[in-house]
């Protein structure tokens, strides 16, 4: 499976960044409110280019140099310079970097990191309130076949604490299909 971690990457870019992959590696730093703050407002203006993030998706010349775990074994700053190759060859880089620097995000890369990050606490967090609103049966035999959503238990009391937002956010862009 070559490079599932980028196509991954611009897909839950696509999708609002909720899918539940675990495609880059974590940052070291500690998630703040601050941080999803800034995710939900770069978040929100990136929205109109979702076009681009999908074709970025499909990009099969950088795509392809990479499996997943060798891009996740990929230091910071060069998961960054992917980023920044695959942004200026879909011609969004320009468009990509005011919005980042509008929000305090030092690149494209860190804001993907953080988006998984916070794209996984959502899904633990939404996954803990399921759990917790079905009876004790059901909550069992759903725990058997939902695997649990690797994210940081800090991470996710972080979202719990932005839920409001966080829910406010996802009620507005995430809509099923009709």
């Known amino acids: 499976m070559q490079f599932q971690s980028i196509r991954g990457l611009a897909m839950l870019c696509a999708a609002l960044l909720f899918s539940l992959l675990s495609?880059?590696?974590?940052?070291?730093?500690?998630?703040?409110?601050?941080?999803?703050?800034?995710w939900l407002g770069a978040t929100e203006q990136l929205?109109?280019?979702q076009d681009a993030f999908t074709k970025m998706a499909k990009n099969e010349t950088i795509a392809?140099?990479?499996?997943?775990?060798?891009?996740?074994?990929?230091?910071?700053?060069?998961q960054d310079e992917v980023m920044d190759e695959m942004l200026k060859q879909e011609g969004v880089y320009d468009q990509i970097y005011p919005v980042l620097?509008?929000?305090?995000?030092?690149?494209?890369?860190?804001?993907?990191?953080?988006?998984?990050?916070?794209?996984?606490?959502?899904?633990?967090?939404?996954r803990e309130q399921l759990l917790a609103s079905v009876p004790e049966d059901q909550r069992e035999r759903m725990?058997?076949?939902?695997?649990?959503?690797?994210?940081?238990?800090?991470?996710?009391?972080?979202?719990k604490e932005n839920w409001e937002q966080v829910s406010q956010f996802m009620n507005k862009h995430m809509r099923p299909p009709q």
């Open 47 to 49: 929205m109109p280019m």
């Open 64 to 78: 392809n140099q990479y499996t997943e775990e060798e891009f996740k074994a990929l230091a910071p700053a060069k």
């Open 101 to 126: 620097k509008q929000f305090d995000w030092e690149s494209a890369g860190e804001y993907m990191r953080v988006s998984s990050r916070i794209g996984l606490a959502i899904g633990a967090y939404m």
């Open 23 to 38: 495609v880059v590696a974590s940052a070291a730093e500690k998630l703040t409110n601050a941080d999803v703050e800034a």
């Open 143 to 159: 725990e058997q076949v939902a695997k649990p959503v690797d994210a940081n238990p800090e991470d996710v009391a972080v979202v």
